[in-house]
């Protein structure tokens, strides 16, 4: 098996087209046109460093908005629950049972009321959360769609492009389609 030969330099400047706008300055790409090919580029850049960012922000409304729901609203209000406990006849038979689950939807009724406070800062950090990751703008997929117009870019030019504006290298996915067939040879070449 031979490797892949690697692009070279006029390759991957070709297959780059409008995002050679790289090149430009770091003055020109943080103060271009967001319309132009450079505010384009510089886009990209802006989304692959905010990465880790939005991740975090990402993964922090996730927490959130589980511990919200685990604050979930009781089913009625404690003043009806208590008129049920009230009404209750003392010489039933089930009147333990059926005093200790109304005590115990009382108690979680009486809670909830308790944690309206804790909730309404549940819900201002859910949105602060929110307003913080819309600011972000674009993905670096969508940053990266809108640069290339839809094209799909070579893990060669991606990471040439990284280079250009001194990102790390782009994290390169196996493709699990050109596996296959390299073990398929392997094995085809042992029996042999």
Same mark, same amino acid.
């Given at each position: 098996? *031979?490797? +892949?030969? *690697? +692009?070279? *330099? ?10 050679? $706008? $790289?090149? %430009?300055?770091?003055?020109?790409? =943080?103060? %271009? ?24 922000? /990402?993964?922090?409304? !996730?927490? !959130? ?27 039933? #038979? ?10 115990? #939807?009382?108690?979680?009724?009486? %809670?909830?009321?308790?944690?309206? $406070?804790?909730?309404? $800062?549940?819900e201002d950090e859910i949105l602060s959360k929110e307003e913080e990751? @819309? @600011? ?6 969508? @940053?990266? /769609?809108? =640069?290339?117009?839809? *094209?799909?870019?070579?893990? #060669?030019?991606l990471a040439e492009l990284h280079n250009l504006l001194g990102l790390?290298?782009?994290?390169? /996915?196996?493709?699990?389609? #050109? ?8 094995? @085809?070449?042992?029996?042999?």
């Amino acid at each position: 098996l *031979r490797p +892949k030969p *690697r +692009k070279g *330099r006029g390759a991957l400047a070709s297959e780059l087209k409008g995002l050679n $706008a $790289a090149h %430009a300055s770091p003055n020109a790409l =943080a103060n %271009a046109n967001p319309n132009s090919m450079v505010g384009k580029v510089s886009a990209y850049k802006t989304a692959v460093e905010n990465e880790d960012l939005r991740n975090t922000l /990402e993964e922090d409304l !996730l927490a !959130l908005q589980d511990e919200l729901d685990a604050l979930t609203a009781p089913g009625r209000d404690p003043a009806e629950i208590q008129a049920d406990i009230d009404a209750l006849d003392p010489e039933s #038979e089930t009147y333990a049972d059926d005093l200790a689950a109304l005590q115990g #939807e009382l108690d979680n009724a009486n %809670a909830y009321e308790d944690q309206q $406070a804790g909730i309404a $800062a549940l819900e201002d950090e859910i949105l602060s959360k929110e307003e913080e990751l @819309a @600011a972000l703008g674009l993905t670096p997929e969508e @940053a990266l /769609e809108a =640069a290339t117009g839809g *094209r799909e870019l070579s893990p #060669e030019a991606l990471a040439e492009l990284h280079n250009l504006l001194g990102l790390e290298p782009p994290v390169e /996915e196996a493709l699990e389609g #050109e596996e296959a067939p390299v073990e398929e040879e392997e094995v @085809a070449e042992a029996a042999e």
